[in-house]
């Protein structure tokens, strides 16, 4: 069985450019999570789908920061416009359901110039 | 102050020798995970545990809730298991931030 997919590994793009992360979780998971991870820390939660539901959004930054699962199964995470800070790794990760256990994709490494 | 405090940081040891990394945390939890994470590598889930204690191949997770601390120990350790070893908590339902709660990280090299 297929993990989490993650497109694109790595992306580097100059400041106030646009940016998007595609994420396919594991068949039947119905809980998806968007992880931020900056260098030599661990990674923090920025939104939780449960379907196509945004259940945890808090820590999303909405003014430059946007998410969607519109048919409960891929998600998209958008950056526009990106700043130097966002450099870092972007994780998704899905599960039977919140609780349960976690399974991760490789991440994508945002570089941006 | 993090809600989950790892130690060491850093540990880096002989081939052979038997591993002890801990975590402390200061929320009620559902779950713990425990998380391997090598460089420039996505993140593989060790354990997940929520009592007692789990093993898997050199692999030995334990858990004190009432102490709210969990350890995990790598016995044989090898080369290969150099990486940096998260843990992760999942908090009660409605007693704070969702999804995982992840520590700092333990970055481990073993040399040959």
């Known amino acids: 069985e297929a993990g989490v997919v993650q497109s694109p590994r790595y992306k580097i793009i100059e400041k106030k450019q646009p940016v998007a992360f595609w994420c396919n979780p594991i068949?039947?998971?119905?809980?998806l999570y968007w992880y931020l991870q900056n260098l030599g820390q661990g990674p923090e939660l920025l939104i939780r789908?449960?379907?196509?539901?945004?259940?945890?959004d808090s820590q999303l930054p909405k003014d430059r920061f946007s998410a969607e699962r519109l048919k409960g199964v891929d998600s998209t995470l958008k950056i526009q416009p990106a700043e130097l800070g966002d450099s870092a790794v972007y994780l998704c990760?899905?599960?039977?359901?919140?609780?349960?256990?976690?399974?991760f994709g490789p991440g994508t490494r945002l570089t941006v110039l | 102050k993090n809600e989950v405090e790892q130690s060491p940081q850093n540990l880096t040891a002989q081939e052979g020798e038997f591993i002890t990394i801990n975590c402390s945390y200061s929320?009620?939890?559902?779950?713990l995970h425990w998380l391997q994470q090598h460089p420039g590598g996505g993140i593989v889930s060790l354990f997940m545990?929520?009592?007692g204690k789990k093993k898997h191949g050199r692999l030995i997770a334990t858990i004190n809730i009432q102490e709210k601390h969990s350890s995990l120990h790598i016995t044989a350790s090898h080369p290969r298991d150099s990486a940096v070893y998260i843990c992760?908590?999942?908090?009660?339902?409605?007693?704070?931030?969702?999804?995982?709660?992840f520590g700092k990280g333990t970055h481990l090299i073993i040399q040959p």
């Open positions: 929320v009620g939890i559902s779950a």
């Open positions: 789908y449960e379907n196509e539901e945004a259940v945890d």
């Open positions: 990760a899905s599960s039977l359901g919140r609780g349960n256990e976690q399974f």
């Open positions: 068949s039947g998971h119905n809980t």
């Open positions: 992760a908590v999942i908090p009660w339902a409605g007693g704070g931030a969702d999804g995982l709660t």
């Open positions: 545990l929520s009592s």
